[in-house]
């Protein structure tokens, strides 16, 4: 089933799905159409349903402990930004006719949305680099490992994360080591103790600590885990710092989540701007 499942969903298009699967799960009264639309398309339904079946399955302690050996080490490549936002652009599935928008349309809608609304400009320049992790995808990363939402790993699975049914396969699960629901973590030891599944946003923030301020790494280390900015469900791993710093991972979530529109952003009137905000706070190149 796993080689079936890789053959037949690029990344770019597991992306798209997992999009639409937050917006059916997280709906504005602007989205719900959509979202309702694809609640009844049963074989995207069924794609994001073995993608979570698959990072749900296979996202143990000792997986991210290997995986945080194998890519905080940055021994890949030396890129600029818009080189990394370039390469993360070949992820494109040219055969796919239903793909809209590429990855820098996505970065630059939800940095505009941003700027639009008059936040400090690192913060603009957060919402244009939040993805960049994604180019694990061209390291030959399984989708699992790149994208999804993403939870603590090392203490008990909340049933508040997507599909919670499928970590009786992860093998965790029965670990006594694990399970606890503090497992190896003390209560309140606050997240940076903590070690999430892995995936773009704890890579790019390792990429990004010594560039740019607290709340941006915030916004882009924690976007993805849903369990807590939108359920709340690891309240008891929060120290009072989390608590504070989290204001700004949900501030950031609705214009990641919702800033998509169907008219493409000009990217290269737009570039210079950005290029100016890159050279603001960011190295020339930066390592993978
Ligand atoms: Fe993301
Ligand atoms: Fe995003």
């Given at each position: 089933?796993?080689?079936?499942?890789?053959?037949?969903?690029?990344?770019?298009?597991?992306?798209?799905?997992?999009?639409?699967?937050?917006?059916?799960?997280?709906?504005?009264?602007?989205?719900?159409?959509?979202?309702?639309?694809?609640?009844?398309?049963?074989?995207?339904?069924?794609?994001?349903?073995?993608?979570?079946?698959?990072?749900?399955?296979?996202?143990?302690?000792?997986?991210?402990?290997?995986?945080?050996?194998?890519?905080?080490?940055?021994?890949?490549?030396e890129m600029s930004l818009?080189?990394a936002?370039?390469?993360?652009?070949?992820?494109?599935?040219?055969?796919?006719?239903?793909?809209?928008?590429?990855?820098?349309?996505?970065?630059?809608?939800?940095?505009?949305?941003?700027?639009?609304?008059?936040?400090?400009?690192?913060?603009?320049?957060?919402?244009?680099?939040?993805?960049l992790?994604?180019?694990?995808?061209?390291?030959?990363?399984?989708?699992?490992?790149?994208?999804?939402?993403?939870?603590?790993?090392?203490?008990?699975?909340?049933?508040?994360?997507?599909?919670?049914?499928?970590?009786?396969?992860?093998?965790?699960?029965?670990?006594?080591?694990?399970?606890?629901?503090?497992?190896?973590?003390?209560?309140?030891?606050?997240?940076?103790?903590?070690?999430?599944?892995?995936?773009?946003?704890?890579?790019?923030?390792?990429i990004m600590?010594?560039?740019?301020?607290?709340?941006?790494?915030?916004?882009?280390?924690?976007?993805?885990?849903?369990?807590?900015?939108?359920?709340?469900?690891?309240?008891?791993?929060?120290?009072?710092?989390?608590?504070?710093?989290?204001?700004?991972?949900?501030?950031?979530?609705?214009?990641?989540?919702?800033?998509?529109?169907?008219?493409?952003?000009?990217?290269?009137?737009?570039?210079?701007?950005?290029?100016?905000?890159?050279?603001?706070?960011l190295p020339?190149t930066l390592r993978f």
């Open positions: 089933m796993s080689e079936n499942y890789k053959e037949t969903v690029s990344p770019h298009e597991m992306e798209e799905l997992w999009e639409q699967d937050l917006l059916q799960r997280y709906p504005t009264e602007n989205t719900k159409a959509k979202a309702d639309y694809r609640n009844y398309e049963s074989p995207a339904r069924d794609t994001v349903r073995e993608f979570y079946r698959m990072n749900h399955t296979y996202q143990t302690y000792e997986f991210v402990r290997q995986k945080e050996q194998e890519f905080l080490a940055f021994n890949r490549r818009w080189d936002v370039d390469y993360l652009n070949t992820l494109i599935d040219d055969s796919d006719p239903d793909i809209d928008l590429d990855q820098t349309q996505h970065l630059l809608q939800t940095a505009e949305a941003i700027r639009a609304d008059g936040h400090p400009d690192w913060f603009v320049l957060t919402g244009f680099l939040h993805d992790g994604k180019v694990l995808c061209l390291f030959g990363e399984p989708q699992w490992a790149v994208v999804g939402d993403t939870f603590p790993v090392g203490c008990a699975y909340s049933d508040k994360i997507v599909y919670p049914e499928f970590f009786t396969a992860n093998p965790d699960y029965y670990d006594e080591r694990y399970n606890s629901t503090y497992g190896v973590y003390a209560p309140n030891c606050g997240l940076r103790n903590v070690h999430l599944s892995w995936g773009h946003d704890e890579y790019l923030y390792h600590k010594d560039y740019l301020p607290e709340p941006a790494l915030y916004m882009i280390r924690y976007h993805s885990f849903y369990a807590q900015h939108r359920e709340e469900a690891y309240n008891h791993l929060m120290d009072d710092h989390d608590r504070e710093l989290f204001k700004w991972v949900r501030a950031f979530n609705p214009y990641d989540l919702y800033s998509k529109s169907p008219s493409p952003p000009d990217v290269k009137k737009l570039r210079p701007y950005y290029e100016d905000l890159a050279a603001k706070y020339d």
